[in-house]
């Protein structure tokens, strides 16, 4: 028998066309059909030590899904997943795979690794399809009570893996719609809202609640959790909701908008369908995103969609030290837009009726490392320079939201507002309040706040079953 | 969904509502605000909550219909629903106990100031309103405020009802009276809230305003509501929605309120020629 050749290079994503793309809210990224994908999976080569596997923040059994790809067993393959990530298609779509599983992957060594985030995709959406469930019977109802705070990856991951083991589970979402920055934050573009609504939906067959409108901090704190709803244990997941703006003349201006409200009037309240829907959003013909991270490239994005003719990515980095996913500055250098690398604004320009007229910026250098490692960008005297813009968007990072620290003065938060919690376990310092995701970290991705939320799940169990045992040491941030 | 239990015209363009929402009823200080989305496509819009019925577990809605979502709103019924409804949102007012305070509503304001001088006299306050609208038919919540007030003054700009002038003629007079205020409230349309600071700063008068700039989520996460106060950068929905009016940048709010004028004139001239279609006789 021949031995086995393996294809060096991962079967292509169809893709959109980026100049019709560029100007469509429609998804970018197509899927595999099922040859691609089965082709694709049959370059997995099932190696013993499964290292793909330690890359997963989940822990998914890939050598397994995978296999059943390739053996068109696309039941099997989707139950797998399930069996350990409760939303595959959203996941698949905007996990950082090449810096997780795939950078595992023993294929990779030599040649592209396994296109595995491709084919979880392939399978959540294929499983969407012909509509397989996931039969696995619930275990029997404990009789605990559980809140989570917060319907983004995090609180829906501790919802669906408690839901799993029995307990209640109530989900509080502050706002309109269930998904957190899946809905308000991730374009559609890049993660249809339909599909973010069908992998909820799931959980709501599994028995999760979600309350809608629950402003946790203002319409319940997390005490009244306790002592009026009854909730034994308390999940806190509200992500880094607090946008930054930089101290420059000019951030007040019209035109001048957070990479949150930019975003959340573009996909939440469907800005960019206007005047059907009735939010309406400032469509620039020449906007400048300030950001180096797959929040600026998701705004920049939009910004074309909505018009833009002009659609700059304004970094004071280089190109190298974005920390944005490859994928997503590929994508966006496609669709047209404009990256000025080592330049960061310094004042915000207005015109008579004090809307956006430029940006003024300064060419940066890059100087020693920081503590991030990254090489510090360094102004250089003299060389500001005027960008004709009439929409900035900040995409700079965020700060914790104070609603819930404002109401709970005995949870501890670091200097930041972060919640403390354990890493390891989610614990709090305040008994059964456990907390994970941005809100514990900072502004970080989608499925290291799944991670957190796996972790904290088991935690929870523990703790319902034996709340005086001890053991959470929570470690600073 | 939160049922409206009742609905009555306080004057042209201006309704209001009882809504079915217990636990914000449950929770709500005065000068809280909640956020409203009427309909699937709805705008997520900020209202004062002007009262509450605890036992009914209901609050109350002032509703100016100006663009396409408020007159939408208003034009709702007793037995309809609204969507979303989420609160209570903001600060609540500071109400030192035995404070001599003077309220002050312009227009729909009014509706704000009511729960805040409910506030006050609830913690042995004196409590002085004075309330104003362009003419007689504009001066809203004349006989609640009357119930709570120690001295209620009503101004209209035409003097079709009460005393002629502005709500700021009325405080001067006031103060002229020997009335030493601690502090004085004023909410209603910008230009009225900055007047009446003109006249309280060279005074040093402490003086508290309630702020309605454009909002999205209202709970601290998109910025859109940002406000410079003493020249640091303050969000209206979590920091606010009242702030000492002494230190507010009132000209920067009003320029920003105006960020979507063509958008919201274009959306009310569609919305008017869709209600203007389905009364038109067939």
Known sequence: MAKKTIQKTKVPMPLADAHERARSFEEVALGYPVDMAVLEAQRCIQCKNIPCVAGCPVEIDIPLFIKQVADRDFEGAFKTLMDRNVLPAICGRVCPQEEQCEAKCTIGIKNEPVAIGRLERFVADYAAVVKFTDDTPPSPPTGHKVAVVGSGPAGLTVAADLAKMGHGVTVFEALHKPGGVLVYGIPEFRLPKSIVEREIEGLTRIGVEIKTNHVIGQTFTVDELFSELGFEAVFIATGAGLPTFPRIPGINLIGVYSANEYLTRSNLMKAYQFPRSDTPTIRGTRVAVIGGGNTAMDAVRTALRLGAEHAYLVYRRTRAEMPARLEEIEHAEEEGVEIMMLAAPTAILSDERSRVRAIRCIRMELGEPDASGRRSPVPMKGSEFDLDVDTVVFAIGQGANPLIRNTTPDLPVNKWGNILADDGTGATQKPGVFAGGDIVTGGATVISAMGAGRRAARAIDAYLRNPSADGFSPTDV | ?282
């Open chain 2, 1 to 282: 969904m939160h049922r409206i239990l009742s609905k009555e015209v306080l004057a042209p363009d201006v309704v209001r509502f009882w809504v079915e929402g217990p636990h914000i009823a449950r929770k709500r200080k005065p000068g809280q605000f909640v956020i409203v989305r009427a309909s699937d496509e709805g705008e997520r819009i900020p209202l004062t909550i002007a009262d509450v019925d605890k036992g009914r577990g209901a609050i109350s809605l002032v509703v100016q219909g100006v663009g396409k979502s408020t007159r939408y709103l208003n034009s709702l019924s007793e037995g309809d629903v609204i969507l979303d409804l989420a609160g209570p949102l903001g600060r609540p007012t500071r109400t030192p106990p035995g404070r001599k305070v003077c309220c002050i509503g312009g227009g729909i304001g009014t509706a704000v100031v009511y729960p805040i001088a409910c506030g006050f006299k609830a913690l042995q306050g004196d409590v002085t309103v004075v309330i104003g609208g362009r003419s007689r038919d504009f001066v809203i919540l004349e006989q609640e405020l009357r119930a709570v007030a120690d001295r209620l003054i009503v101004t209209t700009d035409d003097g079709s009802y009460g005393e002629r002038g502005f709500v700021t003629d009325a405080l001067r007079a006031l103060i002229a009276d020997g009335h030493a205020f601690d502090e004085v409230v004023a909410v209603g349309p910008l230009p009225m809230m900055k007047a009446v600071v003109d006249v309280t700063r060279p005074l040093g008068i402490p003086t508290t305003v309630s702020l309605n700039p454009v909002m999205v989520d209202g709970t601290g996460m998109c910025g859109g509501c940002r406000v410079s106060v003493g020249g640091e950068q303050r969000f209206v929905c979590v920091d606010g929605p009242e702030f000492d009016g002494l230190q507010v940048d009132f000209d920067e709010l009003q320029a920003r309120l105006r960020a979507y004028r063509e958008q919201e004139q274009e959306a009310l001239r569609l919305y008017n020629d869709q209600v203007a279609a389905c009364q038109a006789p067939r």
